[in-house]
């Protein structure tokens, strides 16, 4: 049975998560806060949050139930983030390789997943951080929220609700990872469009052709097709 569970503060969601697994049954349990203090992001990177105009959401599933690849998981959750998102809000959401969600050219969420083990059970430990209602991003250009990109105002209340029905939902009825790459590269942030790169220390242009399954990024440069790990190459939007 899931639960949600609402923190009026927290430092990371990711981090309190482990005091609500308490139980044998414990799964599919979420915690979220709209104050979050010291949020975490991918290889260590922090996420910064407005209090009371943006999500802090994490949820905790147990491995067990998928048969998928680390990548392929992660590849599922930034898709099942990305349609929850195109359906609230009537537009194109797109995936920005390997864990940031795009809508109309800003980053509004970032994800953060981790695998753990808390009292003998692995757990999947999926973060988001949600600009829901945030207006001023100063040190963040290429930062937006659903209220900046759409001029909609969003209950948060609802938002974390809706958010957390739409995820057990969807990784109840997980696809073939087949499925889910084809997902995922349809979705991908600029794929088959010339874009610059910053590639050790260097500028250029290049094309994102396709993630692949072991999460590599392969794009098309000068020197001809090449493949990446998240850090190895910068997209500059």
Same mark, same amino acid.
């Given at each position: ?122 757990? $999947?430990? !999926?973060?988001?951080?949600? #600009? *829901?209602?945030? =207006? /001023? ?8 929220? &659903? ?18 029905? $739409?995820? !057990?939902?969807?990784?109840? #009825? *997980?696809?073939? =990872? /087949? ?8 979705? &991908? ?49």
């Amino acid at each position: 049975m899931s639960q949600l569970f609402y923190l009026k503060e927290c430092s990371s969601t990711n981090d309190e998560i482990s005091k609500f697994l308490l139980y044998e049954s414990s799964d599919f349990i979420s915690v979220h806060t709209f104050n979050q203090t010291k949020g975490r992001g991918q290889y260590g990177n922090t996420w910064s949050s407005t209090a009371e105009k943006n999500l802090a959401f994490t949820l905790a599933v147990k491995t067990d139930h998928f048969t998928v690849s680390d990548f392929m998981f992660n590849y599922y959750t930034a898709t099942v983030i990305s349609d929850f998102l195109a359906n609230l809000t009537e537009n194109i959401v797109k995936i920005k390789w390997p864990n940031d969600i795009i809508l109309k050219n800003k980053k509004i969420v970032g994800i953060l997943i981790e695998k753990k083990k808390i009292n003998q059970h692995n757990y $999947f430990i !999926i973060g988001a951080g949600f #600009n *829901i209602l945030q =207006e /001023k991003f100063e040190e963040i250009s290429n930062a937006g929220s &659903l209220l900046t990109q759409t001029g909609k105002h969003f209950n948060l209340d609802e938002f974390a609700l809706n958010l957390h029905n $739409f995820f !057990i939902e969807k990784l109840n #009825n *997980i696809p073939s =990872e /087949k499925e889910i790459l084809d997902r995922f590269n349809a979705n &991908l942030f600029r794929k088959d469009e010339i874009s610059v790169f910053e590639l050790n220390g260097k500028r250029q242009n290049g094309i994102i052709r396709h993630a692949d399954e072991k999460g590599e990024l392969w794009i098309e440069l000068e020197g001809g097709l090449k493949s990446f790990y998240h850090k190895e190459i910068k997209l500059l939007y």
